[in-house]
């Protein structure tokens, strides 16, 4: 995870930089968070709430951990807090349908997509805590070490909660995980 | 398929363009103030629930005070308990 020597809000490439190097994992951070579908408008007004935090909280920034775990932290608390303000309210549906898988058969894509659902509706229903360990470390790919950096836990404790977060998955997916594919 | 196999392809699809679109955003005036509101409604909500509690406690002592304030002395009668029991039982042991 990158660590900028100096970086200031005025100083618009480098931010444009961050924004650009960061955007995706944001992005996915906070759609898999909030158990977001494809085109879910949610997901990218939470990634912009993030980079107007990053971009205002620039001058304060010291340096204390790298800029990657930071806006991580960031977006994990941005989504996080928004999940809690959705339970009061109804969800709204996604957008835009899941888009097909360029290369593959229509059979293989809606298999794929059937997946994914099946992925996204299962991960939703993990308690917060597991929640964001199986999304930074198994949608984003970060270590044990970043994860923990992220959710200002220790390591050992990152690894438990991704562990019961499999138990349980492996539970709820086990349809899918039998598939010889 | 394992379950890394099955968070990997399940990773959110990114929209295109997006970053473009947040570079833009996060300098617009409108975000940083829905932002500015949106961190004064937390702190007045997290204020309230403060102040909810100190009420409660505040109402909770205030009650425990009066009560103790106001209520027979349990000393009295626990020794007026243990005067009365005492000559029952000398009463009793003296008779034949």
New interface residues.
């Given amino acids: 995870m990158g660590r900028p020597g100096s970086l200031r809000a005025d100083d618009h490439s480098a931010f444009e930089q961050i924004v650009e190097q960061h955007a995706p994992a944001v992005y996915r951070i906070c759609a898999g968070l909030m158990g977001a579908r494809h085109g879910d408008a949610d997901a990218e007004d939470a990634a912009q709430e993030v980079f107007t935090r990053v971009f205002t909280g620039l001058p304060g920034f010291k340096g204390e951990s790298s800029v990657s775990t930071w806006i991580f932290r960031i977006a994990t608390n941005v989504a996080l807090t928004r999940v809690k303000r959705r339970r009061s309210r109804p969800r709204a549906q996604a957008l835009v349908d899941e888009p097909n898988e360029p290369r593959a058969g229509p059979q293989d894509a809606l298999a794929a997509q059937e997946r994914r659902e099946a992925v996204r509706r299962a991960v939703e229903q993990l308690p917060e805590e597991q929640r964001a360990v199986v999304v930074l470390r198994g949608f984003e790919g970060l270590s044990f070490e970043e994860v923990a950096q992220v959710l200002g836990i220790l390591r050992p404790t990152a690894e438990s909660r991704m562990s019961r977060a499999k138990e349980r998955l492996r539970g709820l997916l086990g349809d899918f995980m039998k598939d010889p594919d | 398929?394992?379950?890394?196999s099955?968070?990997?392809?399940?990773?959110?699809?990114?929209?295109e363009g997006?970053?473009a679109?947040?570079?833009a955003?996060?300098?617009s005036a409108e975000?940083?103030r829905?932002?500015f509101w949106a961190d004064v409604e937390r702190t007045g909500r997290r204020a309230l629930a403060v102040a909810a509690a100190a009420a409660v406690i505040t109402v909770g002592l205030a009650v425990s005070m009066v009560v103790s304030a106001t209520a027979p002395d349990n000393t009295r009668t626990a020794s007026l308990v243990e005067i009365t029991v005492q000559a029952q039982l000398e009463k009793y042991l003296e008779s034949p």
């Fill in positions: 398929m394992d379950l890394d099955l968070f990997h392809e399940a990773r959110p699809e990114v929209p997006l970053a679109r947040l570079i955003g996060a300098r975000a940083q829905r932002i």
